[in-house]
């Protein structure tokens, strides 16, 4: 009796934890975080292009055991509907994750992790301009605040840079992709009618076969992979960890909270962030992170108001 009493309570956490919304989205934010610590602990070491390929190739393998039945059932609105697949992939999932992981190759992971909260507030606008929602008052505060927090943030808070108007590559890169995903995001709702898992796997092979030929460019141009423990341990987090387990964790968490409550757990992010860069890169947190990263906040819950 002691020892099935000892065998089967691991089981019963396990089960308790996976059906608690909170500690799933938690988990999921972390993880996403983490992804710009790989990325940017892979910098000059790992062609970024062909990193993200080979990541979603490899997340495409892994999830077809747990979603053939899904995309077989669901083939025939997925022919139906491909060129508006093909679209969202190569936008949200290739171009989106590609320079990701470029603009990492020339800015902070912190940085990185900060503007991830800048993409609420840019949704709300992508919404207003695409599909003609209305913005109120607070909405237009909001979407103000969050620009200014990312002033504050690339121009170090020094009058004299922001004067000077001088950008770190990474940083406008990562600047554009906020709105590159804005994009995505907002378009998402043309999206057709299939399983999300169906969707995720095909975004997942569309964008790993796309970003094949510019891999290839990378190599050619002498930026090859280095197959080492770094290179493993990157690849294997990016795969796994940001990729098929904070998906899973994600849509297990969004499918017991909802979407609106469970959408505030992306804001975590820039804490996780700022925690993991200065701790295992030894990045350093300054004032103007922490003044950027509250603008940020505050403007996005303004700009997610109704």
Same mark, same amino acid.
């Given at each position: 009796?002691?020892?099935?009493? /000892?065998?089967?309570?691991?089981?019963s956490?396990?089960?308790?934890?996976?059906?608690?919304?909170?500690?799933?989205?938690?988990?999921?934010? @972390? *993880?996403?975080?983490g992804?710009? /610590?790989?990325?940017?602990?892979?910098?000059?070491?790992?062609?970024p292009?062909?990193?993200?390929? @080979? +990541?979603?190739l *490899?997340?495409?393998?892994l999830?077809?055991?747990?979603v053939s039945?899904?995309?077989r059932?669901d083939?025939?609105? #997925?022919?139906?509907?491909?060129?508006?697949?093909?679209?969202?992939?190569?936008?949200?999932?290739?171009?989106?994750?590609?320079?990701?992981?470029?603009?990492?190759?020339?800015?902070?992971?912190?940085?990185a992790s900060i503007?991830?909260?800048?993409?609420? %507030?840019?949704? &709300?606008?992508?919404?207003? *301009?695409?599909?003609?929602?209305?913005?109120?008052?607070?909405?237009?505060?909001?979407?103000?605040?969050?620009?200014?927090?990312?002033?504050?943030?690339?121009?170090?808070?020094?009058?004299?840079?922001?004067?000077?108007?001088?950008?770190?590559?990474?940083d406008?890169?990562?600047l554009?992709?906020m709105? #590159?995903?804005?994009?995505?995001?907002?378009?998402?709702? #043309?999206?057709?009618? /299939?399983?999300?898992?169906?969707?995720?796997?095909?975004?997942?092979?569309?964008s790993? *076969?796309?970003? /094949?030929p510019?891999?290839v460019?990378?190599?050619v141009?002498?930026?090859?992979?280095?197959?080492?423990?770094l290179?493993?341990?990157?690849?294997?987090?990016v795969?796994?960890?940001?990729?098929a387990?904070?998906?899973?964790f994600?849509?297990?968490?969004?499918?017991?909270?909802?979407a609106?409550?469970?959408?505030?757990?992306?804001h975590?992010?820039?804490?996780?962030?700022? &925690?993991l860069?200065?701790?295992?890169?030894?990045e350093?947190?300054?004032?103007?992170?922490?003044?950027g990263?509250?603008? #940020?906040?505050?403007?996005?819950?303004? %700009?997610?108001? +109704?």
């Amino acid at each position: 009796m002691p020892e099935q009493t /000892i065998l089967t309570k691991p089981a019963s956490l396990a089960s308790r934890a996976f059906n608690n919304p909170f500690l799933m989205l938690a988990l999921a934010g @972390l *993880l996403w975080s983490g992804n710009h /610590i790989a990325g940017r602990a892979a910098a000059g070491h790992v062609p970024p292009v062909s990193l993200a390929s @080979l +990541r979603w190739l *490899l997340a495409a393998a892994l999830l077809w055991p747990f979603v053939s039945q899904h995309v077989r059932a669901d083939w025939p609105q #997925i022919a139906k509907g491909w060129r508006r697949i093909l679209a969202l992939s190569l936008l949200g999932g290739a171009t989106f994750s590609s320079l990701q992981f470029i603009a990492l190759q020339h800015t902070s992971a912190l940085n990185a992790s900060i503007f991830n909260s800048f993409a609420p %507030a840019v949704i &709300v606008a992508g919404g207003a *301009l695409f599909f003609k929602e209305r913005l109120g008052p607070l909405n237009l505060v909001g979407v103000a605040l969050s620009f200014v927090g990312v002033m504050v943030i690339v121009s170090r808070a020094d009058y004299e840079t922001f004067a000077a108007f001088t950008f770190n590559k990474g940083d406008v890169i990562l600047l554009a992709n906020m709105g #590159i995903w804005a994009i995505y995001s907002v378009f998402l709702r #043309i999206r057709p009618a /299939i399983h999300q898992m169906s969707f995720t796997f095909m975004l997942a092979v569309i964008s790993g *076969l796309s970003l /094949i030929p510019f891999g290839v460019i990378e190599h050619v141009n002498g930026f090859t992979f280095k197959f080492d423990w770094l290179t493993l341990a990157v690849l294997a987090y990016v795969t796994v960890f940001s990729g098929a387990l904070a998906y899973v964790f994600w849509n297990r968490g969004m499918e017991n909270l909802g979407a609106a409550r469970g959408g505030a757990f992306l804001h975590l992010i820039p804490f996780y962030g700022a &925690v993991l860069a200065t701790t295992l890169l030894g990045e350093s947190l300054q004032f103007f992170h922490v003044a950027g990263c509250a603008l #940020i906040l505050t403007g996005v819950w303004f %700009a997610a108001r +109704r």
